[in-house]
């Protein structure tokens, strides 16, 4: 049995049989993959396209989606192993998964950091635990990491540039009111490098740098492959002659917990809004954000309503690479 947790812990071979199928069910949508299977999708914060893209898909692909809302229209669920339960959780982890195996094939989970423990965000408690106590496949739908929108991002990429190989791929900070997860842009440096891009990160300073975790497994996959990984606080550099620009905003992890103090540094830089300047110093890049997207905030009217815009059809592609992944969970 093999979890859908991070895409590190997967092969590219694998990633692009998941992609290579999702492509298939583009043109073909409906299937009977699922048919006769229920999936458990569990929501511990909001979701639009996540909870639409899975809940449709398991449709037209004959399953039963069974969504859940834990500490609202489910018990609140505790995770520390050996604890006295004495709080406002009513049920453990160990009983949750285990119950919910029983009764689906499959188990999926949206968990985003608390903003308040690095540590143990970065340990991701909620869905490893799953993993832990699960006896059928779990599925990453967006904790600090988020696999499914790293599939359908280069989904898109590839169908229009083909081989990703040596491509130049930008990942660049833009501003938010509020410090947000991580999540996007540690998948987006770790699916770039996985497919063969020469990849940069750019953000205002080293205060905005992304976990190292996720730039030592930057870093490695780009050596594996041959290609470049960098880090800049330069736009200009930033920008210069990039195939493809991936824009998404995040806290920086030295204020993590203090969102009052790190807003007053981060006001310091609405100047790294995607804007038409910067995308012509590009070669015709491609632009991209995993949405929702603040309009001339993280990005402007103009960027956004351009040709070089595919974020719509990055988030429509989202359908059918999770498509695809439950039929391959599901088969294996």
């Given amino acids: 049995m093999k979890n859908f947790i991070s895409t590190q812990d997967w092969s590219k071979a694998e990633l692009q049989e998941i992609l290579d199928y999702a492509?298939?069910?583009?043109?073909?949508?409906?299937?009977?993959?699922?048919?006769?299977?229920?999936v458990a999708l569990l929501f511990f914060n909001p979701s639009m396209r996540t909870r639409t893209s899975f809940e449709l898909?398991?449709?037209?692909?004959?399953?039963?989606?069974?969504?859940l809302h834990?500490?609202?229209?489910?018990?609140?669920?505790?995770?520390?192993?050996?604890?006295?339960?004495?709080?406002?959780?009513?049920?453990h982890i160990i009983e949750v998964a285990k119950v919910l195996s029983e009764y689906c094939d499959l188990i999926a989970v949206r968990a985003f950091p608390k903003f308040i423990n690095l540590e143990e965000d970065l340990?991701?408690?909620?869905?490893?635990?799953?993993a832990k106590y699960s006896t059928v496949p779990v599925i990453n739908m967006e904790t600090i990491t988020h696999p499914c929108q790293e599939l359908a991002h280069i989904m898109t990429m590839?169908?229009?540039?083909?081989?990703?190989?040596?491509?130049?791929?930008?990942?660049?900070?833009?501003?938010?009111?509020?410090?947000?997860?991580?999540?996007?842009?540690?998948?987006?440096l770790m699916i770039a490098s996985k497919f063969g891009m020469n990849v940069k990160l750019l953000c205002?300073?080293?205060?905005?740098?992304?976990?190292?975790?996720?730039?030592?497994?930057a870093q490695k996959n780009c050596d594996v492959n041959g290609t470049s990984f960098q880090i800049t606080?330069?736009?200009?550099?930033?920008?210069?002659?990039?195939?493809?620009?991936?824009?998404?905003?995040?806290?920086?992890?030295?204020?993590?917990?203090?969102?009052?103090?790190?807003?007053?540094i981060r006001d310091d830089f609405k100047h790294f809004i995607v804007d038409e300047q910067k995308m012509s110093l590009t070669k015709d890049a491609k632009f991209s954000h995993c949405l929702p997207l603040r309009r001339n905030i993280k990005a402007t009217d103009a960027v956004m309503d351009s040709d070089s815009c595919v974020a719509i059809q990055e988030a429509g592609?989202?359908?059918?690479?999770?498509?695809?992944?439950?039929?391959?969970?599901?088969?294996d």
């Avoid at 505790?78 to 049920?91: A, H």
């Avoid at 169908?159 to 998948?187: C, I, M, Q, R």
Wanted: glycine share 6%; net charge neutral.
């Fill in 23 to 38: 492509k298939d069910l583009k043109k073909n949508k409906f299937q009977q993959t699922l048919k006769n299977k229920s």
């Fill in 57 to 67: 898909g398991i449709q037209e692909l004959g399953g039963y989606a069974i969504v």
């Fill in 70 to 91: 834990p500490a609202k229209d489910a018990w609140p669920i505790e995770f520390k192993p050996n604890t006295l339960m004495d709080g406002e959780s009513e049920e």
């Fill in 123 to 130: 340990s991701d408690k909620v869905i490893n635990s799953f």
């Fill in 158 to 188: 590839q169908e229009h540039f083909g081989d990703l190989s040596g491509k130049d791929y930008l990942l660049t900070w833009t501003y938010h009111p509020k410090p947000l997860n991580t999540a996007v842009a540690n998948s987006s």
């Fill in 204 to 217: 205002p300073n080293k205060e905005y740098l992304l976990h190292q975790n996720y730039l030592e497994q």
């Fill in 233 to 264: 606080h330069n736009i200009e550099e930033g920008y210069r002659n990039a195939h493809i620009v991936y824009a998404k905003s995040w806290g920086s992890l030295n204020y993590y917990g203090n969102p009052e103090e790190e807003k007053l």
């Fill in 317 to 331: 592609n989202r359908l059918h690479v999770q498509k695809s992944l439950l039929t391959k969970l599901l088969k």
